[in-house]
């Protein structure tokens, strides 16, 4: 992406939204890395006074382009900048993340729609399958299936990796950008807790935190793993 850490609003800036907001704590990773803020900010989350919500706020954060929590409103807040940037002749690109069990929600569909029918193409949503939600599966709750048709008979570019392959991410970010007149979605197959044992594909975890003796065990497994 195209940003500057020393001018956040920059207007030529690629914008990126997270829908699913609840998992700020990566994107507050990810802008401590790239120099938004000190790394040292990070250990204030949540706490009075931080800069870091539990939920992404744009009038807070460096680098924060949406403030988001209400799941469904992401897709459509990028569309509203995706053709801001046609109207104003700019060259920047919207990406969107967001969760699967977020596309329960009908106002998803409704921006699926309005992207294709205005050829979007500097576009790019991805959807983190990882089949889980925070009351259950997927699969049981409402299931999306077959996901690939659906996104591709609204008029979307498909594309389905691996969204633990580096590779294969920034792959189909590249063929995103090749893609004109419509906009692309990538589906990124992932498992939920990827790298600690006990917490892989365990819907339990979805919203708890870790207590002190299970958050050692998996620093020790993400540490073993390095």
């Not at 990126?16 to 250990?43: M, V």
């Not at 954060?61 to 053709?83: Q, Y």
């Not at 959807?127 to 008979?153: C, H, Y």
Request: hydrophobic residues 40%.
């Amino acid at each position: 992406m195209r940003y500057d850490p020393e001018n956040p609003k920059w207007e030529d800036r690629d914008r990126f939204i997270l829908s699913k907001g609840h998992a700020c704590p990566s994107l507050y990773a990810a802008l401590a890395e790239a120099d938004f803020f000190s790394k040292e900010t990070l250990w204030t989350l949540r706490k009075m006074g931080s800069i870091l919500d539990g939920h992404p706020d744009m009038n807070k954060t460096p680098g924060v382009d949406a403030s988001t929590g209400n799941l469904g409103i992401g897709l459509s807040f990028g569309i509203g900048i995706a053709l801001a940037g046609r109207l104003d002749c700019k060259d920047y690109r919207v990406y969107v993340l967001l969760g699967d069990g977020e596309l329960d929600e009908g106002q998803v569909w409704e921006a699926a729609m309005a992207a294709s029918h205005y050829k979007i193409d500097n576009l790019t949503a991805i959807v983190d399958r990882n089949g889980m939600q925070l009351d259950g599966f997927t699969r049981e709750i409402m299931s999306l299936e077959p996901l690939e048709e659906k996104w591709s008979a609204f008029g979307w570019h498909v594309l389905v990796i691996d969204g633990h392959n580096i590779r294969e991410i920034l792959d189909a970010l590249d063929s995103a950008e090749s893609v004109k007149s419509k906009p692309t979605v990538i589906i990124a197959n992932t498992v939920k807790g990827k790298g600690v044992a006990f917490m892989e594909n365990q819907v339990y975890y979805h919203g708890k935190p870790l207590t002190e003796e299970s958050l050692e065990r998996a620093l020790a497994e993400l540490i073993d793993e390095r």
